[in-house]
């Protein structure tokens, strides 16, 4: 090759041309056994079944080549099938920009929204695959840190060791186009070790691992789009239709960096936590307590010794009704809770007053499904021991003044827990604010896993309170003849907890603060909005709970079918309702009803998912008139 071969004009003589430099990588790539031409990453070599074609020169994953008749054809979905509403033309916008960049460099934009269509130009020819960060050593027990983890350069730009295939090195390349080498400094960590026994250094790598972790600029300010792609199980079809989740009320979907994180914890993390001088035993027990930190910054709690972690909100109650309450109620005493609650916040209360012969007294609501503040200053009195209500109901959606409640009890001279769990998803908690005694809440009603939940107390309300369950992990020193118990918050987590959802808990509330809740609350509303002014005109619909302030909840009756006739007919369509009593049959009642259809929303779902469901219920309505 001849000089002139990689001179460009305009670049000083004797610099090589970067295309040359691409052209001769390239052709290298193209070399190597199970690279495509282009170089970078694998082209798939599973083969396409029978019927399937692929679009022109695309070499990902095949589309039918038939659509199912009456299934929406792949792509129609990226068309509003009705005029967009302000919510999600705002939300909307940004989606049209490139958001994020994939692990093959290919920016995440437009085309990745349409439905089975991954074969996308460039997903096989732009990009490296990201090589992991060298190992560093793992710090546990010995107090020393990882040496110069202080100041560690970084390059950001060496994806492969060019050296390793004849190429020039990269400081040869650097040298000879004259360029500074681009490189991110890490932050000096910071003094000190919150957690158990490991040093914070080693937080965000375990033997050169990187733990999975979100960018912190992951989206522009709000982008149902962007959104929706974090979200994998939105991708699947029921009844060869794109599935729409509108049962958020009864669980949520998870985002891949929870799926990610939890795992990460079974592949490199997994052990018991706390009594164990190993190295899993150290990242373990990092992981678990720095889910705890993020639970209190979360709710804004004052300390982690306020925060209990339990299998949910319904044991979260019990353990309260069963500690706090089994200590403190007494004959004559009495409980009030109001006429919205979910069964949880009910019949512990009932049992508990059943065995102390206390007695439950209720808040009534309104025709509107509003608790009624004046009849509940009538309910307290000096027998009143604690007041326990929802913030949001999961039946109808009300969002209640806990505020003013709580702040009413304390005047009273009672204690007060805050049912959290239908709020925390939808609107910013702060436990100090609130005032609240205990407030409770589940991981898996805010984008986390199942079978963790959380109690906050105030510090010196759990250290009154005596252990609910015995066993390993909650004890300081047992003999034959007595036992000393931990201090709150391990005094109530006896045995072995569930220590990879805390940990998936986590990641989703370090998740929903990337996004803002208060943009989530914002779009939420104005998304509610929208459905309420559709579906409330369609002839025998009637509407449910319909207070001034709510949440994302739009329960409804149709006259002249059972609620479980619409739910089927729903899911025919792929939208997923809950239909039945929602665990909640007194607030049904009070309005001659035994169940309901519960659409209930998240900050995940679209306008046009609302007008799909818009349009089943008008075919229904429109067959019995």
Known sequence: MSTSDVLSPGLPPGLPDPAAIARLAGELFSALPGLSAAGGVPVPAN???????LPPGVTGPATPAAVPFGAVPPGANLVPTSPQAPANMLASAPALRPHAQAPNAVPDHLLSAAPAYDGRAGTHAIGVPPVPAAAAPYYFLDGGGIPGRDAVDVPVDDRVTTQSFGLPGNDVLRGLLSEEPRRATLPAEPAGAPFYFIDTSAERTHNGREIPQASSSAHPPFDVHAVRRDFPILQERVNGRQLVWFDNAATTHKPQSVIDRIAYFYAHENSNIHRAAHELAARATDAYEKARETVRRFIGASSTEEIIFVRGTTEAIN?????WGAKHIGPGDEIIVSHLEHHANIVPWQQLASEKGAKIRVIPVDDSGQVLLDEYQKLLNDRTKIVSVTQVSNALGTVVPVREIVEMAHRAGARALVDGAQSVSHMKVDVRALDADFF????????GPTGIGVVYGKRDVLADM???QGGGN?????TFERTVYHAPPTRF?????NIADAVGLGAALEYVERIGIENIG?????LLDYATHHVKPIPGVRLVGTAKDKASVLSFVLDGYTTEEVGKALNQEGIAVRTGHHCAQPILRRFGLETTVRPSLAFYNTCE???RLVTVVRRLSAARR
């Open 47 to 53: 083969p396409h079944p029978a019927g399937l074609s």
């Open 319 to 323: 353990l309260v009704a069963k500690s």
């Open 440 to 447: 409770v809440l589940s991981g898996h009603k805010i984008f």
């Open 466 to 468: 005596p252990p609910w």
């Open 474 to 478: 909650m004890i300081a020193d047992v």
């Open 493 to 497: 987590e006896a045995g072995t907890g």
């Open 522 to 526: 914002r779009y939420e509303h104005a």
């Open 609 to 611: 998912e609302v007008d």
